[in-house]
């Protein structure tokens, strides 16, 4: 698999509210934001996430909207799993849009990397598209059967 850069993108919570561990169970998490992304997409982000708190790591579940420069639109979801002690993030990416410009990005599986502020509550992250860079023969999965 090739990953080709997509965009970098700062996320900043502009409210952030959580609910501890109660009798051993998962913590969570409720914020909502702002975002901008710079790259093959360039953009402000609109977003909330209701990510669990559990074992020291959060486990992102966003869903989104942005804005692109030139016009349009791009929804989002985000998926992932952030250290809150170390603050290292990972997320995953996908798209949905009806623009023609940026129908591409419908069929995008995007990862991201970067750097976590839990306290300021503020994300730096870069984010690639996977691109399939590898196809096996299937004769040798086909004679298994």
């Known amino acids: 698999m090739r990953l080709d850069h997509l965009f970098d993108a700062t996320w900043h919570y502009d409210l952030l509210q959580e609910v501890g561990s109660t009798d051993g169970g998962d913590g ?6 702002t975002g901008i992304l710079s790259g093959r997409v360039n953009g ?3 977003w909330s996430n209701y990510p669990r708190l559990r074992g020291g790591y959060a486990f992102p579940e966003a869903r989104g ?3 692109v420069a030139d016009g349009g639109f ?3 979801s985000l998926t992932g799993m952030s250290s809150v002690t170390d603050g290292r993030g990972v997320h995953v990416m996908l798209f ?6 940026y129908q591409w990005l419908n069929t995008v599986i995007a990862v991201g990397e970067g750097s976590v502020d839990r ?3 503020v994300l730096a992250m870069r984010y690639y598209a996977c691109v399939v860079d590898h196809l096996p023969s299937l004769d040798a999965a086909r004679a298994m059967t």
């Not at 969570?28 to 934001?33: D, I, K, L």
Request: net charge negative; hydrophobic share 30%; aromatic share 8%.
């Open 65 to 67: 909207t942005v804005d």
């Open 44 to 46: 402000t982000a609109r």
């Open 74 to 76: 791009v929804l989002f």
């Open 96 to 101: 949905r849009t009806d623009d023609e410009r």
């Open 119 to 121: 306290a300021d509550g």
């Open 28 to 33: 969570q998490v409720y914020g909502q934001g």
